[in-house]
């Protein structure tokens, strides 16, 4: 986040992206004293539910990637906690309908605060869904299957964000001189 030579699991090649798909899910299983195999296969589920969706992004993307590793904590959590593929789809799903908007302006030490608000997001998402309750496919860019709403999410990225891209480094540019 500010360039510190610490150590830090990476995901999709960013440590700040391995803090979100890590953390989360870590301090979940420790709160239900969950042993090591569990611990292992949410965090397996969390780091690549992630990449699944970080790949199908551009290289270059307005949209802060500390939203979509949050989406796999989500999903990491979520299966901690309750095991059900409809509590995981719920969870990512109204995590797509939360943090959606949220830019990338560069790696900055803004960053550890998307970090936070993207783990927050995570498990408001979790327990929403452990409540049976998700932001729905009536409206937004929210599918009524979970595998459309990440595409959907994706579409926006990859093709409606471009000028947001150029904008973004064209202000981030002008700084420079």
């Known amino acids: 986040m500010g360039g510190a030579t610490l150590p830090a699991m990476s995901n999709s090649g960013s ?20 042993d090591d195999e569990r611990l292992a296969r949410a965090l397996m589920l969390s780091h690549l539910s ?17 939203t979509t590793a949050a989406m796999g904590a989500a999903a990491g959590m979520a299966w901690l906690v ?26 900055s030490n803004s960053c550890a605060m998307k970090v936070s608000t993207s783990a927050s997001a995570a498990w408001k998402a979790v327990l929403m869904a452990l409540d049976d309750t998700a932001v729905t496919g009536n ?20 093709h409606s964000m471009q000028q947001t891209d150029r904008q973004i480094i064209e202000i981030m540019a002008s700084k420079a001189r």
Do not use: K, W
């Open 15 to 34: 440590g700040n992206q391995g803090i979100t798909a890590t953390m989360p899910v870590v301090v979940v299983a420790e709160h239900f004293g969950a």
């Open 139 to 158: 409206e937004g860019i929210v599918a009524h299957d979970v595998e459309q709403s990440i595409a959907n999410l994706c579409a926006l990225a990859s």
């Open 50 to 66: 992630a990449i699944y969706i970080h790949n199908q992004l551009p290289r270059l993307s307005a949209l802060c990637a500390a």
């Open 82 to 107: 309750d095991g059900r593929y409809e509590t995981i789809s719920m969870a990512i799903s109204s995590m797509i309908g939360d943090v959606s908007g949220m830019i990338c302006d560069g790696a």
